[in-house]
């Protein structure tokens, strides 16, 4: 078992990553001092697989434990869904001295955050990250949200977990789709700020996408470490987290076009990679042969690297994304595989010229 510290003053936490871990959860959420009751948070596939386990680790570390499932799926990160659990929260007698464990992938990570974040003006939270996204990515750094039919993520703060718990055995069950999906976040680690990770990737994506151990581990290990500097730098996104979003403006443009419910998040995020990039290598920024290994390495990975959408259609809703700034979407864009930079001054005309260029 491994551990990693974000560290934010007095709202520092472990990540703890190994195989195998689940049923000592218990054990590790009763070092945080929280408790008698905790709500554990999940949706009904998870909680299928994992529910009873996750319960059972937890009472026998002493907790009483509040139970709820919601059905699986983005469109379920919402404000309705969020009613449903304060309403179950506050039927079952959850304290403020209490906490929720959020056990499931980024939808119920958000949600179940968002919830801790506002229930009684906040409640502790622990993430147990069950999808690769979720372990490389949206179980770290604290931000919780719903969405909103006209925008991604439009109604959240952020509010950071007590601890996050990840057991990358629990990957065995995930849909090849899901794997696939993670591994788009993965990938933005590697151009974003880690050459050596995304050659690493391009090198071992077999063994990775076969979630073989030792890679997924390594993988896991080093995209929470990548995001935690992030984090660390910049906890509220006043700058350099911004980066994080790489891929995200065209994403989450997709994400809401087809009402969250075509695309995982990983495979819209991969189409906003490859655009980001084709602006990029447009402008001169990029070279053509960078922009190529990415394109690669993302097809390989079984993700798409463009969309079926009228351009227009997708530039319409960009000004709606909630880093705009003064009616203009912001881009993070590659300079190079390991670096980007946040650029306010992309044009509608380049973005249209980027969305055809991935299709062609
Ligand atoms: N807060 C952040 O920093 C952050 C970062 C990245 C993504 N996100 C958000 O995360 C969400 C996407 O998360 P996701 O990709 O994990 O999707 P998800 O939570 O919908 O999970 C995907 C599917 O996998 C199933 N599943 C989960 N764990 C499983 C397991 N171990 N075995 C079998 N099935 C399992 C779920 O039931 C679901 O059907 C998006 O809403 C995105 O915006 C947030
Ligand atoms: O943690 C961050 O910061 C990120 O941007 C990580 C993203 O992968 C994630 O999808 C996040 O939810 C996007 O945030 P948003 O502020 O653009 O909604
Ligand atoms: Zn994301």
Redesign the pocket.
Known sequence: MDSLRVELGERSYSIVIGSGILDSLGEAVGQLGCGPRLFLVTDEIVGSLYGERVKNSLKKAGFEVLYRELPAGEQYKSLQSAEILYTAALDGGLERGGAVVALGG?VIG?LAGFVAATYMRGVSYIQVPTTLLAQV??S??G?V?VNHPLG??TI?CFYQPRLTFTDVQVLRTLEPREVRSGLA?VI?YGVIRDAAFFRYLEENLEEVMALQEEALIRVVKRSCAV?AE??QMDER?KGP??I??FG?TI??ALEALTGYRVYR?GEA?AVGMAVASAIAAARGLLKEAERERLVCLLRRAGLPVSSPFKAEDVVRILPR???AHRGRPRFVLPLTLGRVEVFDDVSDDEVVAALEECRS
């Open positions: 980024g958000d990515d949206s770290v750094g931000k949200a991604k993520n959240g976040e933005k995001k992030i984090v996104e987290r911004a994080l979003n995200h994403g989450h998040h995020i994304d909630k880093k």
